[in-house]
């Protein structure tokens, strides 16, 4: 069993940046995949960006490639810095972890059987 628990999450201006962690509890986050997703109120959860098991591949939804960069310590630990941070990526953010041991990252969060409470992120304009 994998426990997960995000922190980093608060009001920022617009053009700041933030950075998010999620620590896990149980198992080691080594062997799995993982991703960071987030929803905005009245909508669905959104993906945000994955990273492999090994950390060596990643992939990130259009709206946040070039601005945020997901990144783990193959250990215990997977980061999410957010730089140019715009009104509308506030919302929860929500790390979670592959249910299978070394599956390729996936952008689906069927894929994914861990997940954490969120952390929430507002961004001022």
């Known amino acids: 069993q994998v426990q997960l628990v995000e922190s980093g999450g608060k009001l920022v201006q617009a053009g700041g940046s933030l950075r998010l962690s999620c620590a896990a509890s149980g198992r080691l986050l080594s062997a799995y995949s993982m991703g960071w997703f987030r929803q905005a109120p009245g909508k669905g959860r959104e993906f945000v960006a994955a990273i492999s098991w090994t950390g060596g591949s990643t992939d990130y939804a259009g709206s946040v490639r070039g601005r945020f960069t997901i990144s783990r310590d193959n250990a215990k630990n997977l980061y999410l810095q957010m730089n140019a941070l715009k009104p509308e990526d506030t919302a929860i953010y929500f790390c979670?972890?592959?249910?299978?041991?070394?599956?390729?990252?996936?952008?689906?969060?069927?894929?994914?059987?861990?997940w954490g409470q969120g952390t929430q992120v507002t961004v001022s304009s």
């Open positions: 979670a972890a592959n249910g299978f041991l070394q599956q390729p990252l996936s952008n689906f969060p069927s894929d994914y059987a861990y």
